[in-house]
């Protein structure tokens, strides 16, 4: 009785881990809203990281977070070092490309809880009489991630704080 039990549960680990290494080797994830707001209003508070960080749902997620802002004040080259508690964790985030006001492209990369190296993307496109803006964050997904993700979704996890984050850009910039 416990071999069969036992090979039931070796065999059961085994599909699994079968399973996550199927999954695809790629993540993205993405969310959008329309802001009604220029995207020249909304182009600084996402271009520079101190702005970045006054709606970043991240941010928020740990007020007495260690931050250490290097390089330029906006743009290519502006970095910003965190380590938080174990919902922000510790990384880096630094803006490798900007076009105004247009777009802004970064850099994340994690050390805690996991370690992940990933693109984020922040896309601004007129809509009307305001501004329709994408949060989007892609990279590879480690075998790990994979596992994880049979067990947790994490494009709601992540999209839902894209979420809030946009929603706390509106906010801020319809109020300007």
């Known amino acids: 009785m416990i071999k069969t039990v036992l090979l039931v549960v070796v065999a059961a680990i085994a599909l699994l881990l079968i399973v996550a290494a199927t999954r695809p080797d790629t993540f993205r994830v993405e969310r959008s809203t329309t802001i009604a707001a220029p995207a020249e209003r909304l182009f600084p508070l996402i271009n520079d990281l101190r702005s970045f960080n006054t709606w970043n749902p991240y941010a928020r997620k ?35 490309g900007s076009s105004a006001p247009s777009s802004v492209t970064m850099q994340l990369d994690m050390w805690e809880p996991f370690e992940g190296h990933n693109e984020v993307n922040f896309t601004l496109v007129p809509d009307g009489a305001g501004t329709r803006v994408t949060w989007a964050m892609h990279g590879p997904s480690a075998f790990i991630t994979k596992l994880m993700g049979l067990f947790f979704n994490m494009d709601q996890m992540i999209g839902k704080d894209f979420e809030a984050g946009l929603a706390n850009l509106k906010q801020l910039a319809e109020k300007a």
């Open 62 to 96: 740990d007020p007495a977070m260690k931050a250490e802002y290097s390089g330029p004040q906006a743009g290519p080259g502006a970095v910003f070092n965190f380590q938080g508690n174990k919902e922000v964790g510790k990384g880096r985030i630094s803006i490798t």
